[in-house]
């Protein structure tokens, strides 16, 4: 959870640890009859359509999106965002996402799994988290150390390492192996690496029981129970849970510099087995408060928000209208919001990253 933002079946504007305040919108809907597309995209098979999609995909500018610039982006959408959208419905009712590369930020590439959430807002919306995604442009240098908790394909990982180098380091964290391999292969496809580590977090080491979303919706996998609706589970499988004081010291970490954590509810275990690392090593924390995962796994959005309290971060959330980091944590858009340790919350220390 960096700056860019824009989530799949209902995309969120802010950035860092997330407060919910209403319902998300839900996604555009499929083409109308009378918005349909031309007859000879109709007529595509799938694999046709496959080959257009990276010519066709859009890419945001890496910069703070506000909230209603991205509504009336939305709800208005243009003639490319319907094609675009119609092409991503096609892959949508298909039965497993199909893999497919289109070109990203500074001539990257990115591998989508063309029909499920993530592909949606990059393919068709072009950006997720865009906020975050735009922050996190503005904060990571060369050399830095990153962890990507919930790496899931890889998204926040390949963007972490290819902006830290080989100078600075990245661990993903990723419980699944089916994410796990896309991840890498995202890695891999821009000559990157990373530590990629098969694990849950929690509050301490041991074994979890990890429930795998389908395909489409594989963003959800939890260790507790689905919180969103249409949700429906694949499989399960026992993971080992580390902590991310373990993690730490058996990764030899003395720097952290950003640590990016949506993991389906799981935040406040993690928080709690990492007082070390964010005592000490003090990174700022771009995090998901989302109060119907965090109730599935017995903590709220209050024990959240105390747990930054009691290890002294500042927190800020996304303005509606302006898309600037403020202070606060009553984001109206979303359930990212940005932690940051008291004593950088000043003219010397991050606040020169909070403005565009």
């Known amino acids: 959870m960096l700056p860019l933002l824009i989530s799949a079946a209902a995309i969120a ?13 839900s996604p555009p809907p499929a083409a109308k009859p009378e918005e349909q597309p031309p007859e000879y995209l ?29 509504l009336h982006f939305t709800n208005k959408p243009d003639e490319q965002f319907r094609l675009r959208h119609y092409i991503w419905s096609r892959f949508e009712t298909q039965p497993e996402p199909s893999a497919v590369v289109i070109p990203w930020y500074g001539g990257s590439k990115l591998l989508l799994q063309m029909g499920n959430e993530l592909s949606r807002s990059f393919f068709v919306i072009g950006a997720f988290e865009a906020n975050e995604f735009a922050l996190l442009d503005r904060l990571l240098k060369p050399g830095m150390v990153f962890i990507d908790a919930g790496a899931n394909e890889g998204i926040y990982s390949l963007f972490a390492a290819l902006r830290v180098g080989s100078e600075g380091r990245v661990l993903a964290i990723e419980p699944s192996a089916r994410e796990r391999a896309v991840c890498l292969a995202n890695l891999e496809l821009n000559g990157c690496t990373a530590d ?8 301490t080491d041991g074994e979890a029981e990890l429930m795998l979303a389908q395909g489409h919706r594989s963003g959800h996998n939890t260790l507790g129970a689905f919180a969103w609706e249409g949700v429906h589970e694949a499989a399960r499988q026992t993971v080992p849970m580390r902590s991310l004081d373990s993690l730490a010291e058996e990764y030899g970490l003395d720097r952290l510099d950003v640590v990016k954590m949506d993991i389906e509810g799981a ?10 690392v964010f005592g000490e090593l003090r990174p700022v924390v771009i995090v998901e408060v989302a109060p119907l995962s965090l109730q599935a796994q017995g903590s709220s959005r209050e024990e959240l928000l105390a747990e930054f309290e009691a290890l002294e971060y500042e927190l800020y959330h996304f303005d ?12 109206q858009t979303g359930e990212n919001l940005v932690a940051v340790p008291k004593e950088m ?7 020169p990253a909070l403005s565009p």
Not at 45 to 70: K, M, T, V, Y
Not at 196 to 203: H, K, S, T
Not at 320 to 331: I, N
Request: net charge negative; proline share 10%.
């Open 13 to 25: 504007v802010a950035v860092g640890i997330f407060a919910y305040r209403q319902p998300m919108p």
């Open 42 to 70: 109709a007529s595509m098979d799938n694999a046709e359509l496959l080959s257009l999609i990276p010519e066709l995909a859009l890419c945001r500018p890496l910069e703070p999106w506000p909230w209603r610039d991205w």
């Open 196 to 203: 990629i580590i098969p694990c849950a977090l929690g509050a």
């Open 267 to 276: 935040e406040t275990l993690a928080l709690r087995g990492g007082t070390r």
């Open 320 to 331: 509606v209208e302006t898309a600037v980091l403020t202070a606060g944590t009553d984001a």
């Open 345 to 351: 919350a000043s003219p010397a220390g991050f606040e």
